[in-house]
């Protein structure tokens, strides 16, 4: 398998402009998650999925950050408009939640290798 | 609530041990992790330990649980050049699959 795929790996862009960072998660995982990283907050979790439904987006900064997910092997996550603030590195991760708890389940995310947002 | 700790930066000498440090506040945890990240790449899970243990072993690391004082700890043993990365400590808790990460603690090994 070729791991969590994000696109593109760096954007630049000027302020106002609308910014859309692409997610294709690992074939068979049913979570997907939307983390942010700086050097200032650290990795911060926006938003959840869980069999392409969103289950907690309290993480997503403001109205300007939107994610979906229309299937199962794809996840965007828009801003419009983008703000200087908005610049760090966003990863994309997957999962999958098994039925049952044990040894056999320890919910490990695979990570994307990330994108870097610069927003001017 | 969910809070993770770690110190931010912890700087050792190759083949000495290196013990990175992280505190916790949700009794409820069930698994706690650590994470591994390298230089321009994404986390990757290191070693992990269910709540009902004290202590895991794997090769060079050691994991060290103590649940009264919501504490966990990871000892790198012999550490290398190849160890000097950013580690993460995160904590799940609840049904779904909401997994808190720490600040991380950047690790530097001096040659």
């Known amino acids: 398998d070729a791991g969590v795929i994000q696109s593109p790996r760096h954007e630049v862009t000027e302020m106002g402009q609308e910014v859309t960072l692409r997610c294709k998660p690992i074939?068979?995982?049913?979570?997907l998650f939307w983390y942010r990283q700086t050097m200032m907050r650290g990795l911060e979790l926006l938003i959840y999925f869980n069999n392409n439904v969103p289950i907690d987006d309290s993480g997503m900064p403001e109205d300007r950050f939107s994610a979906k997910m229309p299937n199962a092997s794809f996840s965007t996550l828009k801003i419009q408009p983008s703000e200087p603030r908005d610049s760090a590195v966003y990863f994309c991760?997957?999962?999958?939640?098994?039925?049952?708890?044990?040894?056999?389940?320890?919910?490990?995310?695979?990570f994307g290798p990330g994108t870097r947002l610069t927003v001017t | 609530g969910e809070d993770v700790e770690q110190s931010l930066f912890l700087s050792v000498r190759e083949g000495d041990s290196s013990v990175i440090n992280c505190t916790y506040t949700d009794s409820s945890s069930t698994y706690l992790y650590w994470y591994k990240q390298e230089p321009g790449a994404g986390l990757q899970l290191l070693t992990y330990i269910f709540s009902n243990m004290d202590m895991k072993q794997d090769q060079r690391l050691t994991v060290l649980l103590n649940k009264k004082d919501k504490h966990l700890s990871l000892r790198i043993a012999d550490t290398q050049t190849g160890d000097s990365a950013i580690y993460f400590c995160a904590e799940r808790t609840g049904g779904y699959q909401k997994v808190t990460f720490g600040t991380g603690t950047k690790l530097q090994v001096i040659p």
């Open positions: 074939s068979g995982h049913n979570s």
């Open positions: 991760a997957s999962s999958l939640l098994g039925t049952g708890a044990g040894l056999a389940n320890i919910y490990e995310q695979y």
